[in-house]
């Protein structure tokens, strides 16, 4: 074969396999990218679940903190009311909304011992702050 020949096939291979290679990568952070928004969203749905079952623990033992825990069921409903109609501005509103009147809800507990003393809040607490710490570090990645 002609040298001339296999440097003019090198010149036009080279630019379709760095071209491939691109694509590939492209595609591999797209993928990446929706499974951490899916990553996201399931600890999302995960705290949800698990703050009326907060709610009811603390309705038990705070009966003068309506206040704080209405905003807490607020704050929550909108949360989910964003995530259906998948409205990330919105979303990320309310989260910080719900973030806000969790840590309320958390100080305001701190003057009930017998919440603090519960198992079940305690292991609600430790629940939802273990979900709130995952959530971050996802959102980091």
Excluded at 9 to 20: C, D, E, F, R, Y
Excluded at 22 to 28: A, E, P
Excluded at 38 to 56: A, F, H, T
């Amino acid at each position: 074969m002609n040298l001339g020949l296999i440097i003019f096939l090198g010149l036009l291979t080279a630019p379709i396999v760095w071209g491939v290679a691109i694509f590939n990568q492209l595609v591999t952070l797209k993928n990446n990218t929706q499974k951490s928004w899916s990553n996201i969203d399931v600890l999302l749905k995960q705290r949800n679940s698990e703050l009326p079952k907060l709610i009811d623990t603390c309705k038990q033992h705070m009966q003068y903190e309506q206040e704080t825990l209405e905003k807490v069921i607020k704050a929550r409903n909108l949360v989910e009311s964003a995530m259906k109609t998948q409205n990330i501005p919105q979303l990320g509103a309310a989260e910080m909304k719900l973030e806000a009147s969790l840590s309320g809800l958390f100080a305001v507990a701190e003057d009930y011992p017998e919440l603090k003393a519960s198992d079940a809040f305690l292991r609600l607490q430790t629940r939802i702050s273990t979900l709130e710490e995952s959530i971050s570090d996802r959102r980091e990645f």
